[in-house]
């Protein structure tokens, strides 16, 4: 069964971190790209950041660049999202997906889907 879990959510306070991780199973992460989306209530579902199958590209969002930071491990089958100085505009829903693809997008056109993982920016 293909699967995508992420973990590493929470609360958190203005101005610190977290990292977000997500495993795969029952597929391997190696020949696909990866994006990290997030969506806010009341909001559409925005892409984060996002590496490509061999991790030489990556994009990030304006709305997050300086503060987050993608990677990958793929002997591990799993992807980090570092995100640092955290905002309460950051709080969001934050999913990992994946696409076949060498390049990867932040449009959510991705083929496999995490379930999600609450990220809550709060003093």
């Known amino acids: 069964q293909v699967q995508l879990v992420e973990s590493g959510g929470g609360l958190v306070q203005p101005g610190g971190s977290l990292r977000l991780s997500c495993a795969a199973s029952g597929f391997t992460l190696d020949n696909y790209a990866i994006g990290w989306f997030r969506q806010a209530p009341g909001k559409e579902r925005e892409g984060v950041s996002c590496i490509s199958r061999s991790a030489a590209i990556t994009d990030t969002a304006e709305s997050v660049k300086g503060r987050v930071t993608i990677s990958r491990d793929n002997a591990k089958n799993t992807v980090y999202l570092q995100m640092n100085n955290l905002k309460p505009e950051d709080t969001a829903v934050y999913y990992c997906?994946?696409?076949?693809?060498?390049?990867?997008?932040?449009?959510?056109?991705?083929?496999?889907w995490g379930q999600g993982a609450q990220v809550t920016v709060s003093s």
């Open positions: 997906a994946a696409v076949k693809s060498v390049y990867c997008s932040l449009i959510p056109l991705y083929e496999f």
